[in-house]
């Protein structure tokens, strides 16, 4: 059993706060849309746009290229893998779409998919599935409300030899605490040889994620969530085995050498995938957060996160027309529930009137999931290391000053 010895101290939630103005503003339970980011973070961002405003942007971002070549080396090592095995992209979505459509899917080949998998790699997916004929398969969720293993074990066995087959899943949904048990779905893929695409967007900086464990051949995440990265950021981890077998579907001057007419050589590592142009003080912006994250410990964060949203499961559930709808593998930081006879977007505007920031999720944001749960949207409150015991009494207060529902006529 793991103590709080093998990670050192505690959290400092104090310190998370002081570092963090947002958190004096408002109770922020909105991490895993856009968490509130440190000062460090912003300054160093802002900094970059002055350097920018004063040298011309080419010049300032060849003024920062220790620091952005760092930002590859704070990724690997958050995530366990090699800096040649990162590229960064502007979202977790343009970074699953580029290692994705470099795999070329055609009629042969197939998907096997969660029912944690967030819209746009759905919608995505289904349209490769729609347009080349790729089989696109939905895994069944066992009982505590994560993917069926054996029945992605028996899929996996039923491929035909020659095809790929690929599984993507996500490591924690936008719609549920849920936490997809994706080291056991590592395996499965390994044993069986199927490509693993692990969406990790809700999962880097959140709980411990490495590589190596979860046997992922590619991972794709965002900066602005748990990160604590600006906007407009995130980057995916690609093996050194799959950068050298894919070729990018439109490759870009940034990882592509044009070398004679109709010929060019690709960059060795993953950032073959990369585009020439992005926010360079984005970039930086991310690096301080991993930097960050990695002095903070992922564990404790972890620690923090997973126990305090415990306790609000448990606070919210005693609520009189509170339901969590969190299933029972729900292990994470995000915390989902509705309130009988009040839709989920009218709960998060009362909630705003008393300065607690929480989302609704609507069913068409994850028709696998809350669709088939006929659901049509929860709220979520996802917390950070800046929430305290205030933030948490803030959200039960506002969730039980919610008005009361008129008995029908
Ligand atoms: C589980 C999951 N995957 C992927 C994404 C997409 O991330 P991005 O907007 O950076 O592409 C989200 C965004 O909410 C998400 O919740």
Redesign the pocket.
Known sequence: MKTSADCGPLLDVGAERARTPGSQAAHHFNA??SALPTTRVVDSVVEHLLLEQTHGGYEAAAMVIDDLEAVYSSAARLVGATPAEIAL????????RAVVDALRLSRADRLLMSR??????ALHLASLARERRVELLVVRNGPDGGIDLGHLDDLLASGRAGTRTVVCL??????SGLVEPVAAVGELAARHGATYVL?A??SVGHLRVDVATLQCDAL??????FLRAPRGT?FAYVSAALTAELAPAAPDVRGAHWTGDLDWELSPTARRFESWEASIAGRLGLGAALAESLERGVDRSEEHLVAMAESLRHDLDALPRVQVQDPPAARSGIVTFTVEGTPARQVVTELAAHRVRTVSVPAT?AQWDLGHRGLDAVVRASLHVYNDAADQHALLEAVAALPAVEPAA
């Open positions: 895993a849309g992209f502007d979202s977790a979505t343009t970074g699953l944690s998998t967030y819209v746009s790699h996500a490591h924690i949904p936008t719609s969406d967007t809700q794709v995440t965002t900066g602005r969530k995130g944001h």
